[in-house]
Nanobody, 129 residues
Framework: EVQLQASGGGLVQTGGSLRLSCRYS????????IGWFRQAPGKEREGVSA????????YYADFVKGRFTISNDNAKNTVYLQMNSLKPEDTAVYYC??????????????????????WGKGTQVTVSS
């Protein structure tokens, strides 16, 4: 059974940092894309960052470049999203997701909700001004 367990959200002030974790299990392949989406109230879900498990290709949305860093620890089956210099507009529910059909979507910068095969429960990130 595929499981994605996200954690690490919380309340932080503008300019602060948080680290999200997504522990994944139950996958039979060794090459898939795993990463993060977020959804703010009244807005559509949007891709934030992703990484491929085999080759380590990485995608960042333009609005997080230079502030967020994604990494994958294959030994721990955990993907991390280090979020620095947080802004109030980063406030959202963050979701971990996996695409095991087309991991190279990360290279094509097509990290989109419709392409995901598995979703974890969200974790709330709130950045106060």
């Amino acid at each position: 059974e595929v499981q994605l367990q996200a954690s690490g959200g919380g309340l932080v002030q503008t300019g602060g940092s948080l680290r999200l974790s997504c522990r994944y299990s139950g996958f039979t392949l060794d090459d898939y894309a795993i990463g993060w989406f977020r959804q703010a109230p009244g807005k559509e879900r949007e891709g934030v960052s992703a990484i491929t498990t085999k080759d380590g290709y990485i995608y960042y949305a333009d609005f997080v470049k230079g502030r967020f860093t994604i990494s994958n620890d294959n030994a721990k089956n955990t993907v991390y999203l280090q979020m620095n210099s947080l802004k109030p507009e980063d406030t959202a529910v963050y979701y971990c997701a996996v695409d095991d059909d087309w991991p190279l979507r990360v290279v094509r910068r097509l990290w989109e909700p419709d392409g995901m095969d598995f979703w974890g429960k969200g974790t709330q990130v709130t950045v106060s001004s």
